[in-house]
């Protein structure tokens, strides 16, 4: 049975910062691309960050320079670190598993049930 389950969100001030964890099991992690997908009140929901199994990483431009994407194949976990957090940041942010091989990554792909991140004074 495959789970990945985020952790770490919460509270935080504007220009203050926050790590996020998220958990993967029941999959072949580092055979994966992983990603940080987020979701704002009404708003679509849009990629983040994403790292390949061999640690090549692509951002969105609204994070770059802020946030820094990680992953850690031995404890199976991908990690976002955000820092100079800005209101706009604010939503629910969702960890997506899905496999590096394009000819069965529809069928590997899985996603987390999220966790919030308010960015508020």
């Known amino acids: 049975q495959v789970q990945v389950v985020e952790s770490g969100g919460g509270l935080v001030q504007p220009g203050g910062s926050l790590r996020l964890s998220c958990a993967a099991s029941?999959?072949?992690?580092?055979?994966?691309?992983m990603g940080w997908y987020r979701q704002a009140p009404g708003k679509q929901r849009d990629l983040v960050a994403v790292?390949?199994?061999?640690?090549?990483?692509n951002y969105a431009d609204s994070v770059k320079d802020r946030f820094t994407i990680s992953r850690d194949n031995a404890k199976n976990t991908v990690y976002l670190q955000m820092s100079t957090l800005k209101p706009e940041d604010t939503a629910v942010y969702y960890c997506?598993?899905?496999?590096?091989?394009?000819?069965?990554?529809?069928?590997?792909?899985?996603w987390g049930q999220g966790t919030q991140v308010t960015v508020s004074s």
């Open positions: 029941g999959i072949s992690f580092s055979m994966f691309n």
């Open positions: 997506n598993a899905k496999h590096s091989w394009v000819s069965i990554a529809a069928n590997h792909d899985y």
């Open positions: 790292i390949t199994p061999d640690g090549r990483t």
